[in-house]
């Protein structure tokens, strides 16, 4: 069984995404990638905060693939923490109603969280009450103020996510973009925290340091940020993943369909020469977001 945390899939995508001039996958091609590359099930991740990157979804079209194309998709939902009106209407009650309607149609989760506020907004910690309330782990993206991108914004080191993994200690929270996986090296300097560093990892990192500290916080392997942060220095890979193999989750977020994402070549290749175990590659394959997504 392998599993794809990261996937945004359309009925029929028409609007070009910011990447370039294709629009997202439909659900035809991503089953065709996830036939050629023995992917099982792909969990989508409905793209609906203002500064999505692409087509905005609702979770009904989500659910609407899911139910077309069954066994071969896991819907999670998303849900803007911006929609209460008035500040005095904050609170995660509001978001618990809605969030309980999700589940019992068969959502596992919420994300892709993109929205561009900080961590500790009112209205965001809300939504992340709830999400601990429901039981929904929380995928998200990062990025920093100062960049013109989507995203939930932190600075170095990761101080706001920390706050809210102590905060939340029952929340699950998946980790994933530039911004996040740049904090694997303890000599980040700032202009590189939302672009993809090469080089030897040095110890001290934000990535590691949290994952040790906070059981709650997970890891995404998907896109070039993932993948990087391995690919960059192997011998810091066969280390991380073999103390965080229980935490790390396969994803690989096609943007179109001529992307070629090579993250399960790169761990089955990982496994064949024996840098990791057959255990961890189950695990980061499927084990973990099985466990963590309660699915059968």
Same mark, same amino acid.
Do not use: R
């Given at each position: 069984m392998i599993i794809d945390v990261h996937s945004h899939v359309y009925i029929s995508p028409k609007i070009h995404s910011r990447f370039g001039t294709k629009p997202f996958l439909s659900a035809e091609e991503q089953i065709s990638i996830m036939d050629s590359k023995g992917v099982d099930k792909a969990v989508i991740l409905p793209l609906n905060n203002a500064e999505a990157p692409a087509e905005h979804q609702s979770v009904g079209e989500i659910l609407f693939i899911c139910e077309k194309y069954p066994g071969r998709f896991i819907p999670f939902c998303n849900v803007d923490p911006r929609l209460p009106c008035r500040p005095d209407m904050i609170c995660a009650d509001l978001f618990v109603n809605l969030l309980e309607q999700y589940k019992a149609l068969g959502c596992k989760g919420l994300g892709e969280m993109a929205c561009r506020v900080f961590w500790n907004d009112p209205s965001l910690l809300a939504l992340l009450e709830a999400c601990s309330i429901v039981g929904f782990p929380? %995928? /998200? &993206?990062?990025?920093?103020? !100062? *960049?013109?991108?989507? @995203?939930? %914004? !932190? /600075?170095?080191?990761?101080?706001?996510? *920390?706050?809210? %993994?102590?905060? /939340?200690?029952? %929340?699950?929270?998946? @980790? &994933?973009?530039?911004? /996040?996986?740049? *904090?694997i090296s303890g000599d980040l300097k700032w202009q590189d925290k939302n672009s993809y560093p090469v080089g030897k990892v040095t110890p001290g990192g934000a990535v590691p340091r949290l994952l040790r500290n906070y059981p709650n916080l997970y890891a995404d392997l998907s896109a070039g940020s993932g993948l990087n942060a391995l690919s960059r220095d192997t011998e810091h890979a066969w280390s991380f993943i073999d103390e965080f193999h229980d935490r790390l989750l396969l994803g690989m977020d096609y943007c179109a369909i001529d992307n070629d994402m090579q993250h399960i070549e790169w761990l089955t290749d990982a496994r064949n020469r024996g840098k990791i175990t057959p255990s961890a590659f189950n695990k980061i394959t499927s084990g973990n977001v099985s466990r963590i997504l309660n699915l059968s």
């Open positions: 929380v %995928l /998200f &993206h990062t990025t920093t103020p !100062d *960049e013109n991108s989507y @995203g939930v %914004l !932190d /600075f170095i080191n990761l101080p706001y996510l *920390e706050f809210v %993994l102590k905060k /939340f200690p029952n %929340l699950t929270m998946i @980790g &994933h973009s530039q911004a /996040f996986w740049s *904090e």
